[in-house]
């Protein structure tokens, strides 16, 4: 049981490129969840998912896109990135009322 | 408007003494509340949660949590500090049930001296 799982660790993009993280989870949760934390800001949610089919946007879903074809992957794009896209990105996924975290992907836009 | 305020920005303990990270809320119902600690480099881990019940709750790893509902404060405390406590903790809100999405502090990054 590995949990949630988000890859890759570590990236750098150039502005304009694209990437997407990669986020899967073995549990069988339903809920899943994006967050971003940046220094002294906490974590705030990009976006979620309550189902297989059904994304929904949080709070800073702007140069964000998801999906949602199965239970175990949420994967994050970036179509265009953005310096201020450099930040900490974490998914999550919640049985009940428990979220369980993956480790995180760094990720620095020059 | 919902919002978790975490005053405090950086503590600095000597190992052994007595720990005290304040959390305050707003929340427009009765919500759930949850500590998270975050060690360099890794993701979250839950230490504690409250739902209901008992207004004092224990976690892992030594630490507990007052819920005060008059001052919509949720506290984190642990009697004696260790090194391996040094980390960012993170006090969390959520609705009740399972549905919902989580509103999270700024954070406490807690140093310890030896």
């Known amino acids: 049981n590995a949990g949630v799982t988000q890859t890759p660790k570590f990236r750098i993009l150039k502005i304009g490129q694209s990437m997407t993280l990669q986020c899967t989870q073995d549990?069988?949760?339903?809920?899943m969840y994006w967050y971003r934390q940046d220094p002294g800001m906490g974590l705030k949610l990009i976006y979620y998912?309550?189902?297989?089919?059904?994304?929904d946007k949080g709070e800073v879903p702007n140069g964000y896109n998801v999906s949602r074809s199965t239970t175990e992957d949420f994967p994050l794009r970036l179509e265009l990135a953005a310096p201020s896209q450099t930040s900490v990105y974490f998914c999550?996924?919640?049985?009940?009322?428990?979220?369980?975290f993956g480790q995180g992907t760094r990720l620095t836009v020059v | 408007a919902q919002s978790v305020t975490q005053p405090d920005i950086h503590i600095t303990v000597s190992e052994g003494a007595s720990l005290e990270l304040r959390c305050n809320y707003s929340?427009?119902?009765?919500?759930?509340l949850f500590w998270y600690v975050q060690s360099p480099g890794q993701g979250l881990q839950l230490l504690l949660k409250?739902?209901?019940?008992?207004?004092l709750v224990q976690g892992i790893k030594g630490f507990e949590a007052e819920f005060k509902r008059s001052q919509s404060s949720f506290n984190l405390r642990k009697p004696s500090v260790h090194w391996s406590d040094a980390a960012e903790y993170f006090c969390?809100?959520?609705?009740?049930?399972?549905?919902?999405?989580?509103?999270f502090g700024k954070g406490t990054k807690l140093s310890v001296k030896p």
């Open positions: 999550a996924s919640k049985l009940g009322t428990e979220a369980f």
């Open positions: 549990m069988n949760h339903n809920y």
């Open positions: 998912s309550v189902g297989a089919g059904i994304t």
């Open positions: 929340y427009g119902a009765t919500p759930y």
């Open positions: 409250y739902f209901s019940g008992d207004t």
């Open positions: 969390a809100v959520g609705p009740q049930g399972s549905q919902g999405n989580l509103i």
